[in-house]
Each structure stands twice: as structure tokens, then as C-alpha cells.
């Protein structure tokens, strides 16, 4: 395997899918950047800008290649023809009234879920952010940026660690590299981190200061209501010169989540290990007697809001799954209908 690969984040869960060691001789790259009608390749030789192979043209968006994945082209370098397995995937549902994956980052180590010691952060949001990387195979790590804006980091150091029983929280000053220790920590050479969070709060600055060079645009927020202007519009992979890779990824005004009932239980695990005393085993903590999770908040031993935005998780999780159940249904009898009729022709021929 080529350094170059390697430094890509090349690992043998990607090279053991190959039909043919010598598809790395040139035809192996990642996938940067999806552009509207072509895609940006990273590979041995350099940087390629191609495109689809027609049955990647027909698949379904969360099968065609996104930012991230492992993909093979074809000889002359001109189309992608296969993407490879993927080792983790952060997703989300798309936005407005979709109900398809939008797949966001392909093959990443760890995700950077980014906020800012201002009116932005939000306890709710975080927790929906460690669902969907829990539920995408990916370590996450709380990273607080603006600590030179409020004499409170404590504080909001606290808040991020109450969202999720041992997550990780490093703070920064995004435009401050010296500043940026702990967070440097968690870029493993080789290794893949996606920097997710609300436009504004500063992934593309942090990106920057990491990288030491000016790799993506940044702009001011606004500042009657501290929100940001939507600067990053595409995803992209970026590679740092001291080693690992960086997603940066534009701020999102919708995040529903999929479906991530696993990973409630691991944001939620305190609340979950509550529940287990409840007198009743299908106990909805609402006002059933002999709640434990009731009790914890009476106690002022859990907030109230943790509760209140678990059940919001569990309630649209059990509509994504609803949602999809009932496609693959609908699928199932479109299928049956075809078949049928199918039949019906071969018949008419015989007769
Ligand atoms: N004071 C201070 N300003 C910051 C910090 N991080 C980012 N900023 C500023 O916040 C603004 C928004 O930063 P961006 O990096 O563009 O934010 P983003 O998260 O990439 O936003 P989108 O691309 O819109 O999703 C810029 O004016 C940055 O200079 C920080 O830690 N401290
Ligand atoms: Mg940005
Ligand atoms: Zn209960």
C-alpha cells in the first residue's frame, strides 16, 4: 500500500474489498468533494475531478459516493465505478419534508461535534449530535469554541459533560492556535475527524488554526442573535500537513435524527439505568406511580429538560423507523405487483 493511501486514511477494512491488490496501482482514492457534476478523487497520483458510472447515477443518494468514502474507478480514470464498504457513516434525515438518509461523512474516526460559549449552545442539540454519532460508529468529542468570549468555560465545560455520561469536551479559542492543544490531541495521523455543529460557531476557523494555513472561508456572525451566515456550503475533506484528515462541514439549520434508538441508550444512560426501578417495566415516566425518573427530577437529581428532549429523541426515532418499515413494504408489494404481472404476459404468450 502506498504512503500516500495510507496517509489517506488507506486501512486494510477497505484494501481486503478489493477484487484486485493492483486497483491500488492508480484506481483507489477518497472522495473529497461532491460537486453538482463531478466528484473530487483524492488518489496516489494527485487530485482527479470525475464522475459516475451509470448505475451510481440510478443508486440511492445513500449509495452513491459522499465526502469520505473509499471509491474505484474505472481505467480511465474518468468515472467512479464502485464504492467501497463503508466503515462508518454519519447520517442524518434530509431536510424539510424528506424522509431519505442524507449521508453526510463517510469513514470517520471521530467526530468533532463543535459549539460555542454563547446563546448557541444548547444542551438538546448536543444530545441529538451524540445520537447520530453514536449511531454512525464514530467517537465523539464536545469541542467548546469562544472560551475568549465569556468568563464562564466552566460552566459550559459541565453542561457538555451532563449530556452524555464520559464524553469528551475540550474548549478553544478557534483563532488562537495556541490554545488548541487538547483539541490536536484527538487528530491521530491517518485518522479522519468531521467537524459538525450550527453555522457560526467556528469549524472552518478551527479548521484553519489546525491546519496553520487558510484552507476554508470563515465570515462574522450575526450579532443581534449570534447566528452565523451559512459561509462553508459544501462538505469537503481536507489533510493536514502534521497528519490526519478534517471534514469540514457547513452549518445545518435541521438535524432529525434517524433512527438511533441503540445509541439513546448511550447518550441516555443515566436515565436509562434509572428507569430499570421503575415500578412498571413499560413505564413512560409521565406520571406513573413508583417512577424512578420522576423521582431523580423531584430529587433535583436529573433535569426535567433531559427527560423532555430523550422522549422527543424516542418519538422521532420510532417515526423514522415507522417511515422506513412502511417503504420497505411498499417496495416489497410494488415488487409483488411487477412479478405478477410479469407472469400475466408470460402466460398471454404461451396461450
Ligand atoms: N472570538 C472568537 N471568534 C471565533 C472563534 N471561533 C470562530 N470565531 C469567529 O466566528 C465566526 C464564524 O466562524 P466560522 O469558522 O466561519 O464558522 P463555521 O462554523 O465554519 O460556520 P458555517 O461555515 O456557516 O457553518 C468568524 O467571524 C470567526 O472569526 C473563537 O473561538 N473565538
Ligand atoms: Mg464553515
Ligand atoms: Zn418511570
Known sequence: MSEALQKLGLVPFFTQQLVDTSLLDGRVGRVAAVQRSNIVVFCDGGTL???????LQQARPVDRPTVGDWVVMDESLTRIEQVLERKSLFKRIGAGTSTEFQPVAANIDTLFVVTSCNEEFKESRLERYLALCNEAGALPVIVLTK???TDDTADYVSRARGVQVGVAVETANALDPTTLGGVRAWIDDNATVALVGSSGVGKSTLLNSLAGDSLAETSGIREQDKKGRHTTTHRELHRLATGGLL?????????????VDQSLGVVFEDIEALAIRCQFADCRHDSEPGCAVLQAIE??????RRLLSYQKLQRES???SATLAEKR??????GKMVKEVKKLKQKKGTT
Open 49 to 55: 475531478s470525475v464522475g459516475l458510472s451509470p448505475a
Open 299 to 304: 430529587e433535583g437529581k436529573l433535569d426535567k
Open 318 to 320: 420510532a417515526l423514522a
Open 147 to 149: 472560551i475568549d468570549l
Open 247 to 259: 471534514i469540514d462541514v457547513p452549518g445545518m439549520r435541521e438535524l432529525r435524527v434517524a433512527e
Open 329 to 334: 413494504a411498499q417496495s416489497r408489494s410494488f
